[in-house]
C-alpha cells in the first residue's frame, strides 16, 4: 500500500499570504491518479485538484497542483478567510486508494 | 445536479449490526463507480472500498475487508455499507462519493453529507 505523507500538519498564515502544502509518496504515483481535497469543519470533504494538477469545476485558479513522481504539492497563492481548512492529498495505486493524513491551514 | 443522500445518524450497541444508505440522484448510477470513506473523530480521511453499481464489482481496502459489505440496489439507486457485528471503534463519520467518471482518473468528485455512527455500550 502506498502511504502518503502531508507536510507540515499545521501551517499559520495570514489572510493573503501564500500557503505551500506538501504530499510524499512511499513510491512512484502516477500523476493521473494524485487529487487534493479541501474539508471546512462540520462539512463534507471536496475536490480542489484531480491529475495532480487540474482544477475541479468550480474551484477558484489560487488554487493550483504541481508534481510528479513521489513528491506532489498544493499551493493557495493568496489566502482567502474562506480557505482556512484542513487539506489531504489522495492517491491510487495497487489496487488502493490513500489518503494523507491533512494538513491544517489556520489563520494565524 | 448531483446528489449523494446519506441515511441519519446512528447509536447502537456492541455486537449490534448496521447498514447505513447513500442514494443517488442527478446522474447515471450504474455508471460511476461509490467508494466509502471513514472518518473517525478527529482523525483523517481513510478509503474502505469502492463498488461499480453497474456490475457489483466491489475492492476492498485490506485493512476493512472482512469487517465491512458494501453493496447496491441498483433500483433505487442506492449504496450501502453494512456491519455485522460492531465494535466501538467503528465510532465515525462516514462518506459515501461518487468516483469521477474516466477511467483515466482517480478521484472523488461528489460526497454526501455523512452519517455519524456511534457505537457505545
Known amino acids: 500500500e502506498i502511504v502518503l505523507t502531508q507536510s507540515p500538519d499545521t501551517l499559520s498564515l495570514s489572510p493573503g499570504e501564500r500557503a505551500t502544502l506538501s504530499c510524499r509518496a512511499s513510491q512512484s504515483v502516477t500523476s493521473n491518479y494524485l487529487a487534493w481535497y479541501q474539508q471546512k469543519p462540520g462539512q463534507s470533504p471536496r475536490l480542489l485538484i484531480y491529475?495532480?494538477?487540474s482544477r475541479a469545476t468550480g474551484i477558484p485558479d489560487r488554487f493550483s497542483g504541481s508534481g510528479s513522481g513521489t513528491d506532489f504539492t498544493l499551493t493557495i497563492s493568496r489566502l482567502e478567510p474562506e480557505d482556512f481548512a484542513v487539506y489531504y492529498c489522495q492517491q491510487y495505486g495497487s489496487s488502493s486508494w490513500t489518503f494523507g493524513q491533512g494538513t491544517k491551514v489556520e489563520i494565524k | 445536479e448531483v446528489h449523494l443522500v446519506q441515511s441519519g445518524a446512528e447509536v447502537k450497541k456492541p455486537g449490534e449490526s448496521l447498514k447505513i444508505s447513500c442514494e443517488s440522484s442527478g446522474y447515471i448510477f450504474t455508471s460511476y463507480w461509490i467508494g466509502w470513506v471513514r472518518q473517525m473523530p478527529g482523525k483523517g480521511l481513510e478509503w474502505m472500498g469502492i463498488i461499480y453499481p453497474g456490475d457489483s464489482d466491489t475492492r476492498y481496502s485490506p485493512s476493512f475487508q472482512g469487517q465491512v459489505t458494501i453493496s447496491v440496489d441498483k433500483s433505487i439507486s442506492t449504496a450501502y455499507l453494512q456491519w455485522s457485528s460492531l465494535k466501538a471503534s467503528d465510532t465515525a463519520r462516514y462518506y459515501c462519493?461518487?468516483?469521477?467518471?474516466?477511467?483515466?482518473?482517480?478521484?472523488?468528485?461528489?460526497w454526501g453529507q455523512g452519517t455519524l455512527v456511534t457505537v457505545s455500550s
Open positions: 491529475a495532480a494538477s
Open positions: 462519493a461518487r468516483r469521477g467518471y474516466s477511467a483515466s482518473y482517480y478521484y472523488f468528485d461528489h
